[in-house]
């Protein structure tokens, strides 16, 4: 069975820092892209930021480049967001999604996706 588990969101005051964690299991994860996503309330999901299977491109959305960064650890089959300079705007539920094909910015693309973790910024 397939998992991914997110970990690592909270409640932190902006200009705060949060480092999101992504677990899969029942996979080979390093042979997926992938992708982190948030939803806010009555708004869409969107696509925060996307690596390569071996982790050499990724992408970041115009809105979190230069505060938030992605990587992974194959050997522990893991996925990380690292989130400076946290604005109230980044208030969200934060997913992982893995996909077997190329890293793609839609959600649906994506064959794989975490429950989520909430991450609220107060101003």
């Known amino acids: 069975q397939v998992q991914l588990v997110e970990s690592g969101g909270g409640l932190v005051q902006a200009g705060g820092s949060l480092r999101l964690s992504c677990a899969a299991s029942?996979?080979?994860?390093?042979?997926?892209?992938v992708g982190w996503f948030r939803q806010a309330p009555g708004k869409e999901r969107e696509v925060v930021a996307t690596?390569?299977?071996?982790?050499?491109?990724?992408y970041y959305s115009d809105f979190v480049k230069g505060r938030f960064t992605i990587s992974r650890d194959a050997a522990r089959n893991m996925a990380f967001l690292q989130m400076n300079s946290l604005k109230p705007e980044d208030t969200a539920i934060y997913y992982c999604?893995?996909?077997?094909?190329?890293?793609?910015?839609?959600?649906?693309?994506?064959?794989?996706r975490g429950q989520g973790t909430q991450v609220t910024v107060s101003s």
């Open positions: 999604a893995a996909a077997s094909g190329s890293e793609s910015l839609k959600s649906y693309h994506y064959d794989y």
């Open positions: 029942g996979l080979t994860f390093s042979t997926y892209a």
């Open positions: 690596i390569t299977r071996i982790g050499i491109r990724t």
